[in-house]
């Protein structure tokens, strides 16, 4: 069976959720301490949401100046598929696997609720199952998720209804095999506790039918 990494660092608290989803995917996780994670050993990997280093300085620029994302960077270029949910989506782009910035939120403020987006990017290995345009429901939960491009990116997903001032109501970027999102699909996986539904599901069931080629 394919093996993925959840990337963990100091304040990442949606490991265990991505842990869920892999599994209700039929995949196979391990939560990997970002100290020992090392190129070469994993099919895909996860950079889970939360907030590591405590959000200090700017969300995610302590953990993109840590050696884990040299060797992240080397999967990333060698075709492994890479996804970063929230903190790993501010992670991607402070370590520049992917462009542009993440801003506090306009109007400033944290914001956590259930959101529809709209799948513009179906040619990733995370969104390949979606039809173009498909609306789904997922939450979001962050204080600094407003996407600023620092160029010409490739959106993946657009919030329906724009909550943080980012430009073009960007709540996804790709760029290839990386693909970072600020909506948490592993939060809408099971009918049993997810009450906005299961939009996030097919995203991980998109990485296993890409993995098994």
């Not at 405590?54 to 890479?82: F, N």
Request: hydrophobic content about 40%; overall charge neutral; some cysteine.
């Amino acid at each position: 069976m394919h093996k993925v990494a959840v990337l963990k660092f100091p304040g990442t608290n949606g490991d265990y959720d991505v842990l869920r989803a892999l599994e209700l995917a039929g995949l196979r996780g391990e939560i990997v301490w970002y100290r020992d994670y090392a190129a070469g050993r994993y099919d895909a990997v996860v950079l889970a949401g939360g907030f590591s280093y405590g959000d200090y300085l700017r969300a995610g620029a302590i953990a993109a100046q840590t050696e884990a994302m040299e060797h992240l960077r080397r999967d990333a270029e060698g075709g492994t598929p890479v996804l970063g949910i929230c903190n790993g989506f501010q992670i991607l782009v402070e370590t520049g696997l992917l462009p542009g910035a993440l801003a506090p939120n306009e109007p400033p403020g944290f914001i956590s609720r259930w959101i529809q987006v709209a799948v513009v990017d179906v040619k990733t290995p995370f969104t390949h199952l979606y039809e173009p345009g498909e609306v789904v429901y997922m939450p979001i939960a962050h204080g600094e998720g407003r996407y600023i491009p620092s160029g010409p990116y490739t959106q993946a997903f657009r919030y329906v209804e724009n909550p943080n001032g980012s430009h073009d109501a960007t709540a996804g970027v790709s760029k290839g095999n990386v693909l970072g999102l600020m909506p948490h699909p592993e939060r809408a996986v099971d009918r049993d506790i997810s009450r906005g539904g299961v939009g996030g599901l097919k995203l991980w069931l998109s990485l296993k039918s890409w993995l098994k080629g």
